[in-house]
């Protein structure tokens, strides 16, 4: 009883932040988002009598096993699969967590989709998508393939993400600047439940099923210039919701803000590139493949990136006979 699952992360257009109901994580409002090639977490279970405890091991490094979201959610596979066994778990990231970069959703959709395969399970997409979503939210959108939506849904069942094209349906790009990596001081988690504290919080939710329609029609028509002007003043607004929360979540490094203004100055200068930024200081730039080399070459002379990572859009979480142990 032993499975291994690699799931990418993803970058959502529009963003889930807030919950109608905390236990299920049920979003406030549906979100769209797209998978990542070079983002991806590899974890392998086991369930199994010999094991006395569970044992979740993230990076190499063994976490407690006091509150751990893990463990609750080796819980909700084991009571679907009517299963008292331990599990050992075994986790790896191919980039840092806890930075912004969302490890939750590559986390918590391999953890569903091993975790499910190694209880013995069949579950539907939906079904895993489902499971997924109660670990981490963001992680429903990373179980199904390429550009996906998340549905608000007001009920558990009806609130699950779907693959709206494959990967290869559209040529762009998702480059990651790392301008720094330091931890965040509040996870998504714990700052998304100040979401009502912002007085632009019904406004958000006054224009935002607008916002997914419009979204969708310019995906649809591929429409790169209108989609970009769109996704860049949605990373705007959700940051305007975040800095006027009580407490304030600010996110945002030097780095970041001298990377936002020089990505308007490009864009003036006639580089067609947007910005996405989520619960930390990393920019997502979005850009078509064929603006990929002139986008690099801006990158690489600025000294306060440290990393650069580039992402196509990527399948959602898969199975795979590489075995962390
Ligand atoms: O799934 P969580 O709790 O890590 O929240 C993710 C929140 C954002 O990344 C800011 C937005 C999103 O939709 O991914």
New binding site residues.
Partial sequence: MKSTAVAPS???F????GKKNEQL?LPENA?I?MNLSNLFTTTTVEFSANYKEDSIEIDGIKESNGENRAIQHLDRVRKMANLSFKAKVVTKNNFPVGT?L?S??SG?AALTLAGVSAAGLKLSEKELSILARQG????C?SIPDGFVE?LDGSTSDTSYALSLYPPNYWDILDVIAIVSAEKKDV???E??KFITSSPFFKTRLSHIGEKIFLVKRLLKEKNFLKFGKLIEAEALE?HAIMLTSQPSLIYWTSGTLELMKLVKRWRVKGLSVYFTI??GQDIHLIIENKNLDPLLRKLREIKFIQKIVINRPSVGARLTHEHLF
Avoid: E
């Fill in positions: 993803n970058i959502a529009i963003k889930y932040w994580r979100s988002s912004g969302s939750s959703a918590f981490s939210g963001s992680a959108r998340w996870s998504s988690t700052g998304q959700l989520n619960t």
